[in-house]
């Protein structure tokens, strides 16, 4: 039993090797290929065969990189808290309070999880014309500013706050705005670092909605500036530039996995048992 045991941990972590191979080859690829001249890119080698930064320096000096990237990070930071503060709201008052038509109510807010986002574009796109939010950062927010699986999570980690801390809490004379914030919020907080991740990395990923509804390059997000980019270099497209602009996209997510990854896994672990 012992030798068997030894056998197929070999073959699981020869598997999980394999897997980080292939991941990781596109992403190492990528880092290589932006520190390589435009000739040099073309030689399809992994390795440079001398270090160049001209792409990097070309970006922050004729592009308007660093406002896409200013775009971006707004965007996603300000959806990621009004997620967390209006998705923790609705769900803990679903997972906490009784009133007239709740499960219908919650039933209607999951339903809009199987609409797919193409069949949204339209009616968004008519809300932000009348509003006069075209290429503008509310234009741009407004259809994530609350989620629907964000309620769906908070609300099922809030049912499992037991109600007798709650409830000494009113005993104490505590306001139930206060109950939410000081006694409930803490307890459920694998759930809002989970919830905070995807949403920040769904926001700082997305390209359909912000390309639809951005119309001058002032306004673009970074998805939406690298890609438009890539298509409008009438002299030949710089793929070294290109992948320059990608290596620096990805870091923000990597050091946000970095610092939350022991809550990520603890959140996908909860939810999953949820």
Known sequence: MTKR?????????????????????????????SFKSLPDFYQFGLLPEKLDISSYKYI????????WY???????????????????????????????????????ILSTMMIPTEMLVIPWYVISSELNWIDSYWGIMFPGIIEAFGVFLMRQFFSGVPNDTLDAARIDGMGEFRI??????????????????LTFLGNWNAYLWPVIVTTTSDMRTLPVGIS???????????????????????????????????????????????
């Open 5 to 33: 045991v030894k056998i197929s941990n070999i073959f699981v972590h020869l598997f999980l090797w394999i897997g980080i191979v292939f991941v990781a080859f596109p992403f190492l690829w990528m880092i290589l290929s």
């Open 60 to 67: 922050f000096a004729e592009t308007e990189y660093v406002r």
């Open 70 to 108: 200013a775009n971006s990070f707004l965007i996603a930071v300000t959806v990621t808290i009004t997620n967390l503060l209006f998705c923790g709201l609705i769900g803990y008052t679903f997972a906490k309070f009784d009133f007239k038509g709740k499960r219908i109510w919650f039933v209607v």
């Open 180 to 197: 939410w914030w000081k006694i409930a919020m803490p307890q459920v907080k694998a759930a809002l670092s989970a919830l905070g991740i």
């Open 228 to 274: 438009l980019y890539g298509t409008s270099d009438a002299g030949g497209i710089q793929w070294n530039t290109i992948m320059g602009m990608s290596t620096l996209a990805v870091v923000p997510m990597i050091i946000v996995f970095l610092i939350f990854q022991t809550r990520i896994v603890e959140g996908i672990s909860l939810t999953g048992g949820k």
